[in-house]
């Protein structure tokens, strides 16, 4: 097992690749805290990781709510006892032409794809700043790297989740605590939910499957990834 007798919070955990992360991390020997606004979802990848020989709580969590994280990590500590790994995978998307967006749209994207990365570091890194081990893994998107139409708040999102990575590892570089790592997974396509809204003549098996980026955050989150920090690793089927 690569993760023995770690801990992980992992966000937007109820489905998707969230859910496949936190069924890799169990399978590897991390006990896991699923985040999600869904608790029916949640109670359910506990389960699951349950039957993995782990220990799983359930963490209902809105993830652009300051207090609401607050609530979540506390719960998760006394549940836990400990957090050695963040995973901030929580996220979604409207998408239209910039014309047509209504701004509260945007705002709406943002917060739930960036905000809730920044406010996930912001409550969770203290802690591993103060024990001098951890890693934090934020999923982005490859739409990072260019927005094409419809894109326009989703790619900006993600396109801030990776220099918030950068950022957040320099930080802990400056802080001494070389121990605590920060990197991003920059997926391409990948049948989930979210895509086949988008792309509903799409065949699912044609593109990535959650279980792929989840063996990512795996390696990410393991001792054999200790000297890779503020990385944006692109994982993509051509």
Known sequence: MRLPGKAALVTGGGRGIGRAIALAFAAEGADVAVAARSVAQLEAVAAECRALGRHAVP????????????????????????????????????????????????????????????????????????????????VSSMAAYGGGPEYCAYSAAKAGVNLLTEVMARELKAAGRPGVTCNAICPGPVASELRSSHFPDEDPASIMQPSEVAKVAVFLSSDEASGISGAALNVRHY
Not at 104 to 116: I, K, P, T
């Open 59 to 138: 963490v209902p969590l809105d993830v652009t709510d300051a207090a609401a994280w607050r609530r979540a990590v506390d719960a998760v500590l006394a549940e836990l006892g400990r957090i050695d790994i963040l995973v901030n995978n929580a996220g979604g998307g409207i998408f239209r032409w910039i014309v047509d967006m209504a701004p509260e749209e945007f705002d709406q994207v943002v917060a739930l794809n960036l905000r809730s990365v920044f406010l996930g570091m912001h409550t969770v890194a203290p802690h591993l700043i103060e024990r001098g081990s951890g890693r934090i893994v934020n």
